[in-house]
């Protein structure tokens, strides 16, 4: 989980310091929120080292580090990436599969799950329980075209850093699993079987982010949450007037999206960051 170090003005010029640390390999984030500028680091063991950068920035004696100038952004992306191991991992994974599409057709099966229950059992309990959690989870590795992949894939990176980064490897997790199943059995209860993608897991990061940016930096826009579900709600609309028109998963995304409130209204608050915060006002 992000350790917060520091907390600076907004207009203060933090890029000595920041290139100090890519320089050095220290992973690191800056992010604005309230007004100030908040940096946070993946290591708390290189905490010492960056309060020691810390104190020559601010007595005005650091320097931009002579490094080539390709240096730090090949740096910054590596350990970006390598600092949220779960999101690269299901990223490369969903790219995996959709290899393994092309390829074989052992992933058919994938789509028929509950086919025998759907339409008369699905309000069955035991037909949720005969077709298994796993089968109901697995569709969400499955993109069906580049352009699926390519979105779902966008928001995945996008949201599932910050929320590795913020709030911690467990609860991204729990929203890979529990919003990817949620949005899998609303789908297969509302259209049936043979679907997938990972919109309830990305619509849950949203719901996830959207619930609680105002205690959490993540970094996005405040709009965010509001334009998704806009657009969610007129891909309805337009599905509703025109059967078939967008093709869209709305059960797994409205699945999804509601599990993603529910987890991010329920999830124990990010209390390290007011406790940080206040240590780090204290030290600037």
């Given at each position: 989980?992000?350790l ?5 003005p907004?207009?203060?010029?933090l ?7 890519w ?6 984030r ?21 309060r ?17 100038a ?5 740096f ?37 799950m509950?086919a025998?229950?759907?339409?008369d ?10 077709i298994g959690?796993?089968?109901?989870w ?14 779902n ?5 996008v ?12 609860a ?5 699993l ?10 297969w209860?509302y259209?049936g079987?043979?679907?997938g ?6 619509m ?10 105002k ?8 709009a ?40 991010a ?19 600037t």
């Amino acid at each position: 989980m992000a350790l917060l170090v520091l907390v600076a003005p907004a207009g203060a010029d933090l890029s000595p310091l920041t290139q100090h640390l890519w320089a050095e390999k220290i992973a690191h984030r800056v992010v604005e929120h309230q007004g100030e500028q908040m940096l946070y680091l993946e290591d708390e063991a290189d905490e010492p080292r960056v309060r020691a950068l810390f104190d020559e920035w601010r007595e005005g004696q650091l320097i931009a580090p002579a490094v080539e100038a390709s240096q730090p952004v090949f740096f910054q992306f590596l350990l970006n990436a390598l600092a949220t191991p779960l999101t690269l991992a299901g990223l490369l994974l969903f790219i995996a599969v959709f290899v393994w599409m092309r390829v074989s057709d052992s992933w058919i099966v994938w789509l028929t799950m509950g086919a025998e229950y759907w339409p008369d059992q699905r309000f069955s309990i035991a037909a949720y329980s005969a077709i298994g959690l796993w089968d109901f989870w697995r569709p969400t590795l499955l993109h069906f075209s580049l352009l699926h992949l390519l979105f779902n894939g966008t928001w995945w990176w996008v949201l599932g850093r910050r929320i590795e980064q913020c709030d911690g490897r467990l609860a991204m997790l729990a929203i890979i699993l529990l919003c990817g199943l949620a949005g899998n059995i609303a789908q297969w209860w509302y259209a049936g079987p043979a679907f997938g993608g990972a919109s309830g897991v990305t619509m849950g990061m949203m719901a996830w982010v959207g619930l609680r940016m105002k205690r959490v930096p993540y970094g996005l826009p405040k709009a965010l949450l509001p334009v998704m579900v806009a657009w969610l709600l007129l891909e309805l609309t337009a599905d509703t007037m025109i059967p078939g028109l967008t093709s869209t998963a709305h059960g797994a995304h409205i699945g999804g999206l509601l599990a993603g409130f529910a987890m991010a209204a329920l999830w124990p608050a990010a209390k390290q960051y007011s406790t940080d915060s206040e240590r780090a006002s204290d030290d600037t």
